[in-house]
């Protein structure tokens, strides 16, 4: 039986493309489910689902949006009835994944529309913009991202074989089998860095070991967010949040920041979690010549030619554990706080270049004194990468998982 993939594009504008990605996918053994968004006219061709259908899901309705002749707010309420309805199709089990072509704003649409479905699930956007920054368009989903090489405004010897390539290849995307002989392992989310590698690598192998499955996330940002969109879709059954230093960014204006709602979604879903103050003594930046001027004098480490590194101070660290009790009150499944004396991070040990007791303190200070009375604070005399340290806070978690699932 072939397998159906929704093709979202605007087909007033660029029908002729579409018509094309269409007549490929069909040779390739897929069926296309058209959704049309555009505004501007009739399209070149009958969708499957049309542009009225589109804007009334996003709250609009057609004739209004044409009448405005507002692109900003036309583009906002089809970007918004897209997800709608690319996520309607595939919850009513209509659809296996997703495609579309577009220059800035047609791929803004479509990327609302992929960002709607689950992990897993094939996602291609074919675009102009598919260089450079891509956190607006990606966001937390694995959506995958061809150049268009040229625009997408017509059909010619380079467009052809590019649109050609992308119906070849999310063809091939609904056609691979996975191995699922680990899907029914609980799943637990995991935090790290390059200064917590050595704890996360070690928790992550008991974990393991004891029939769990654990999904690392880089702390860049990115990371922490997919971490969070992950337990918020109700994949993760708990948390090792060991590297939590994105804060650090969202506080100072660093590059690496998950934005102000990092640490809200196992507190909400009632997940189990332990909490670490892993790497945030550190801020990041990008080359030491793009670390901002007000920050020209404070302690910076160059850790490699593109990442900068900037050492927190008391004041920013007690702001945090502020945050941190703001966020960890929440909480209605338990949560435990681990804290190494000794340092957290690598940077952050006796000798080394970050080693800033009275900094730690002062977020140790801060936490304690607006944290709830029942959430427990265990401090270790050991650095975050002593085995002891990831001993500790894999134990705390065993046995608060199988308590919470007795």
């Given at each position: 039986?072939?397998?159906?993939?929704?093709?979202?594009?605007?087909?007033?504008?660029?029908?002729?493309?579409?018509?094309?990605?269409?007549?490929?996918?069909?040779?390739?053994?897929?069926?296309?489910?058209?959704?049309?968004?555009?505004?501007?006219g009739?399209?070149?061709?009958?969708?499957?689902?049309?542009?009225?259908?589109?804007?009334?899901?996003?709250?609009?309705?057609?004739?209004?949006?044409?009448?405005?002749?507002?692109?900003?707010?036309?583009?906002?309420?089809?970007?918004q009835?897209?997800?709608?309805?690319?996520?309607?199709?595939?919850d009513?089990?209509?659809?296996?994944?997703?495609?579309?072509?577009?220059?800035?704003?047609?791929?803004?649409?479509?990327?609302?529309?992929?960002?709607?479905?689950?992990?897993?699930?094939?996602?291609?956007?074919?675009?102009?913009?598919?260089?450079?920054?891509?956190?607006?368009?990606?966001?937390?989903?694995?959506?995958?991202?061809?150049?268009?090489?040229?625009?997408?405004?017509?059909?010619?010897?380079?467009?052809?074989?590019?649109?050609?390539?992308?119906a070849?290849?999310?063809?091939?995307?609904?056609?691979t089998?996975?191995d699922?002989?680990?899907?029914?392992?609980?799943?637990?989310?995991?935090?790290?860095?390059?200064?917590?590698?050595?704890?996360?690598?070690?928790?992550?192998?008991?974990?393991?070991?004891?029939?769990?499955?654990?999904?690392?996330?880089?702390?860049?940002?990115?990371?922490?967010?997919t971490?969070?969109?992950?337990?918020?879709?109700?994949?993760?059954?708990?948390?090792?949040?060991?590297?939590?230093?994105?804060?650090?960014?969202?506080?100072?204006?660093?590059?690496?920041?998950?934005?102000?709602?990092?640490?809200?979604?196992?507190?909400?879903?009632?997940?189990?979690?332990?909490?670490?103050?892993?790497?945030?003594?550190?801020?990041?930046?990008?080359?030491?010549?793009?670390?901002?001027?007000?920050?020209?004098?404070?302690?910076?480490?160059?850790?490699?030619?593109?990442?900068?590194?900037?050492?927190?101070?008391?004041?920013?660290?007690?702001?945090?554990?502020?945050?941190?009790?703001?966020?960890?009150?929440?909480?209605?499944?338990?949560?435990?706080?681990l804290?190494?004396?000794?340092?957290f991070?690598?940077?952050?040990?006796?000798?080394e270049?970050?080693?800033?007791?009275?900094?730690?303190?002062?977020?140790?200070?801060?936490?304690?004194?607006?944290?709830?009375?029942?959430?427990?604070?265990?401090?270790?005399?050991?650095?975050?990468?002593?085995?002891?340290?990831?001993?500790?806070?894999?134990?705390?978690?065993?046995?608060?998982?199988?308590?919470?699932?007795?």
């Amino acid at each position: 039986m072939a397998k159906n993939v929704l093709v979202l594009g605007a087909l007033d504008s660029k029908g002729a493309e579409y018509a094309y990605l269409r007549t490929h996918l069909q040779q390739s053994g897929v069926a296309p489910v058209v959704v049309d968004f555009g505004v501007l006219g009739e399209p070149a061709f009958t969708p499957d689902i049309s542009a009225a259908e589109v804007a009334a899901a996003g709250g609009a309705d057609l004739t209004a949006l044409r009448a405005a002749n507002d692109r900003g707010a036309a583009m906002v309420a089809m970007a918004q009835g897209v997800a709608v309805i690319a996520r309607r199709l595939y919850d009513e089990g209509k659809i296996d994944g997703a495609i579309g072509m577009g220059g800035t704003g047609g791929s803004s649409v479509i990327a609302s529309g992929l960002r709607a479905l689950p992990i897993g699930i094939p996602k291609l956007l074919v675009s102009t913009v598919a260089a450079g920054d891509t956190r607006p368009y990606v966001g937390t989903r694995d959506i995958t991202l061809m150049p268009s090489v040229v625009d997408v405004a017509g059909i010619n010897r380079i467009s052809r074989r590019i649109f050609a390539n992308a119906a070849g290849a999310i063809a091939g995307m609904l056609g691979t089998t996975v191995d699922t002989d680990t899907q029914d392992r609980p799943l637990i989310a995991a935090s790290m860095f390059g200064n917590t590698t050595e704890a996360v690598d070690r928790a992550r192998a008991t974990m393991e070991a004891q029939g769990y499955e654990v999904l690392v996330f880089h702390a860049t940002g990115t990371g922490g967010e997919t971490m969070e969109s992950l337990i918020t879709d109700g994949y993760i059954a708990g948390v090792l949040d060991i590297t939590t230093t994105e804060w650090a960014d969202e506080l100072c204006g660093g590059v690496f920041s998950a934005g102000p709602t990092r640490l809200d979604a196992a507190a909400m879903q009632g997940i189990p979690q332990i909490i670490v103050p892993g790497c945030i003594d550190m801020t990041n930046f990008g080359s030491r010549e793009t670390v901002p001027e007000r920050y020209a004098e404070r302690n910076l480490y160059v850790w490699n030619p593109t990442v900068t590194l900037m050492r927190t101070t008391p004041a920013e660290n007690a702001e945090m554990g502020h945050i941190f009790a703001e966020k960890l009150n929440r909480a209605t499944a338990p949560v435990h706080v681990l804290i190494p004396l000794k340092g957290f991070s690598i940077l952050d040990s006796p000798g080394e270049r970050f080693w800033e007791p009275e900094a730690d303190h002062a977020f140790i200070q801060a936490l304690k004194a607006d944290l709830r009375a029942d959430i427990p604070v265990e401090e270790l005399d050991v650095n975050i990468n002593d085995p002891a340290f990831a001993d500790r806070a894999t134990t705390l978690l065993l046995e608060t998982l199988q308590t919470t699932h007795q």
